[in-house]
């Protein structure tokens, strides 16, 4: 079954500092990655997947990801943190091929300090 | 487009009662999910619908639960009778054709409360 482990409930770094948000999965089929932000009282946002292209992934509000298949990972990276990313951040799997379920990750609480 | 639209945002209920959740999912797409978040369990699946058709329903938790989708444009969740460990918050969600990197756009979520 498919499934992703996010490291860290919660990272906290200072305003233009360096974020890495990790994420490591498990599928027993090429997977598809997505990373999901998610505000206070909002839905999720998708910021970026992973479709083979490529893999080194640019999403939304210059987050990046890179997909490691010999390390099965899939880090969230931005170079300078600013305080508007502050934010729950979910990592995702497809459940399969096809458009199917997306199976996540306990999410990783981003807290940027001025 | 006015994305996925849920109703209500918020539902306090008491234990027992039934409780009712609705989704209108973007026109044109034909997969509708609804998720549970919850802090112990995370987000999960409990049910989805492709064409209107309910695909997989293993998540439900119990017979308590159960979701319909009469036509493309809307869908509810219905738990009867509620209990206080159904407090959590539904996300619907509603994506576009059969690959498996379609994006899965959400809805803002209800969050529900059962006293």
């Known amino acids: 079954a498919q499934s992703v482990t996010q490291l860290g409930s919660h990272v906290s770094v200072s305003e233009g500092a360096l974020v890495l948000l990790r994420c490591n999965y498990s599928?027993?089929?090429?997977?598809?990655l997505f990373w999901y932000v998610q505000y206070p009282n909002q839905g999720l946002q998708l910021l970026l997947k992973?479709?083979?292209?490529?893999?080194l992934v640019k999403g939304i509000n210059g987050f990046e990801a890179e997909f490691k298949k010999s390390e099965t990972s899939f880090h969230l990276t931005k170079p300078s943190a600013h305080m508007s990313d502050a934010a729950e951040y979910f990592c995702?799997?497809?459940?399969?091929?096809?458009?199917?379920?997306?199976?996540f990750g306990k999410g990783t609480r981003l807290s940027v300090i001025a | 487009d006015a994305g996925v639209i849920q109703s209500p945002r918020h539902e306090v209920t008491e234990m027992g009662q039934e409780v009712t959740l609705r989704c209108k999912p973007i026109?044109?797409?034909?997969?509708l999910f609804w998720y549970r978040q919850t802090m112990m369990r995370g987000l999960e699946l409990l049910i989805y619908?492709?064409?209107?058709?309910?695909?997989?329903d293993s998540g439900m938790p119990e017979d308590r639960f159960s979701a319909k989708m009469p036509n493309a444009s809307f869908s509810t969740l219905k738990i009867q009778p509620s209990e206080p460990r159904d407090s959590a918050v539904y996300f619907c969600?509603?994506?576009?054709?059969?690959?498996?990197?379609?994006?899965?756009?959400f809805g803002p979520g209800t969050r529900l409360t059962v006293l």
């Open positions: 992973y479709t083979s292209a490529a893999t």
């Open positions: 026109s044109g797409h034909d997969y």
């Open positions: 969600a509603s994506s576009f054709g059969a690959t498996s990197y379609n994006e899965q756009f």
């Open positions: 619908f492709n064409n209107n058709v309910p695909i997989d």
């Open positions: 599928s027993s089929v090429p997977p598809y």
């Open positions: 995702a799997v497809t459940r399969g091929s096809g458009n199917t379920p997306l199976v």
